[in-house]
């Protein structure tokens, strides 16, 4: 079965979770993370929403509105409003899957302290809007998650150094992987050095049961990708047998995971060191597999194809079609797996009802609509041409 998602994990990871622990191993990551993204530091967390909850927290940004997409990774709603901040959604632009930077703008109040701008799917964020409201709106701090994008550019100009800071997550369904894992990517020696303090102060040393646990979590990870035993992956998933992999969040609940306040492990770190390295590598062969999507696909009917975008790094290729579900369905008894990310707008969920909505109406159409194609690793030329194929040939007949 061909995967809708599949780590770029290979046996240098292996070799290097295994390898014993040496003091530094985190901050070897955080430099080589750094270096990768061009910026001056590097500051490692446990998730990405940490990242988020403690940069606000070294901002000193409590109490205050925090405006961020209605259709991005509920955690990121979570993470506001566990630093103790009110989420303010903006919807989608009607031309892309990223917050309308101009609603954005124009939710800005006296209560505003920060904006979350996100390149989602690996959409670059419009960094001419960015710009724009930071000259009229300096008091605004502009945090960019990179969770989706780790280095796109917006006409040549990496979206992650566009702000104040930025923040990345790691876990297997990101572009690359620390197992689990935040990243924060920063200038200011300053505000690097607070959250390094926060850190230390707020955040417990991961201890020798967690690296257990995630050893044993990487060593899952690779029989249960493998083509032959994805069947059964797939099966446990859908009966509901996995956790984390398939339901990441709870309609009615505000909460973050149970360890999310111990430090990266050293395990962690040296996975991660070694997928920085992969990344240039990652990307261009997302970037290649979107242009043939895009030319293989173009005019199928019912089907709309997502815009090839110049410095995108398209953690996901986005289709858009009616009548999802019944297609969903036929691939994967060809033996395809198609997905559905974002299934939900965040303000509709049950925990956020009530909240601040600037809605468009884009975004719950959105999120029955979306249609991810694997772009993974393991697709190549023969698998790209199984899946075009099976798409033609089923969406023709519906
Ligand atoms: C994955 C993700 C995060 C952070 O996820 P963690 O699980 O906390 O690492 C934040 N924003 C977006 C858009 C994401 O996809």
Redesign the pocket.
Known sequence: MIPRLKPALGREELTAALRPSSPDDVERFEQEFASRMGQKHAVAFP????A?MMLLEAFGIKGREVICPAY??V??AH?IVMSGNEPVFVDSSESGFNMDLSLAAGAITEKTAAIVA?S?FGYPVDLGAIEQIRREHPHVRIIQ?C??SFDCSWKGKPVQRAGDAA?F???I??LMTSI???MVSIDDDSLAQRLRDLRDQKLEPAPFSKSLRRLAYLLAVYPAFSPELYGVTNAMERAGLLGGLAD?YDESRIDMPADHLQRMCAIEARVGCVQATKLPEIIAHRRRLAADYDRDLRGVGGLTLPPLVEGATYSHYVARIASREALIEKMRGHGVQLGRLIEYCIPEMKAYQGKKFINRNVSPRLKNETLNLPVHSSIGEAQREKIVRLLKQLISKA
Do not use: I, P
Not at 47 to 50: A, K, L, Q
């Open positions: 998730y990405g929403r940490t988020l991005t990774c955690v990121v993470a996100t989602l998650d969770c989706h923040f997550g790691m876990n369904s990101k689990f894992g935040g990441y």
